[in-house]
């Protein structure tokens, strides 16, 4: 993006007020293990080891990382390109408060990190999860407009805190397994992704709302 296209967008988007990381959510972040990547991670716990060219310490290797990491509290950030799991929700414009629809499953290469074990998949296969749901105050300058283009621009990212507990699986579409890992989600801090500011915070099942 060039400066002229960043100036435009800077005034259809205008900035929240600059505000540090919600304390509650600081404390679980700096108590948790760094996580150098979702998909390398959800394919060792996982640990699928069919097939003839399987190593054949794969499933002693996976076992061994899944004692390492169950019920041990991890950190990851989901950037803006990867954020499809967060949608914009309603918008008032009398008040200007908001809503933003969390998608509940984390995509990492074939595997899928979820709040809990998808009990279905949706006419594409796809594992169905209810939304956890985060509210917010917009600035005086925002609009309903606004707040969709800072969602169809790709404008947001998520930090997230979890506890990985367990392996699921699901019929796949066509035949075979689908596989993912049932985690309990700690905490979810939704922040606009060119200020870092608080948009909401899903915190121990509860919308936390912006700081």
Not at 60 to 67: G, L, W
Not at 122 to 129: C, I, K, L, R, T
């Amino acid at each position: 993006m060039n400066r002229f296209l960043a100036a435009a967008f800077a005034l259809l988007v205008p900035t929240l007020a600059l505000a540090d990381v919600d304390s509650r959510f600081a404390k679980l972040r700096d108590e948790s293990e760094p996580l150098g990547g979702l998909g390398a991670f959800l394919e060792k716990y996982v640990g699928e080891c069919d097939g003839a060219l399987v190593d054949p310490q794969c499933k002693q290797q996976a076992e061994a990382f899944r004692k390492k990491y169950t019920g041990k509290r991890l950190y990851m950030i989901v950037t803006e390109d990867d954020a499809g799991m967060l949608s914009a929700g309603d918008f008032n414009p009398g008040t200007n408060e908001y809503t933003i629809n969390i998608t509940p499953f984390f995509a990492g290469g074939k595997y899928g990190l979820s709040h809990g074990a998808p009990k279905k998949t949706d006419a594409q296969g796809n594992p169905v999860m209810n939304y956890l749901v985060v509210s917010g105050t917009a600035p005086d300058m925002w609009n309903g407009g606004t707040f969709q283009r800072v969602f169809s621009t790709r404008g947001v990212r998520a930090q997230v805190v979890f506890t990985p507990q367990s392996v699921w699986t699901l019929p796949k579409k066509g035949g075979g397994k689908i596989y993912g890992v049932n985690a309990r989600i700690e905490a979810v801090l939704v922040t606009e992704g060119r200020t870092g500011n608080q948009m909401g915070l899903w915190l121990n099942g509860k919308d936390a709302g912006a700081k």
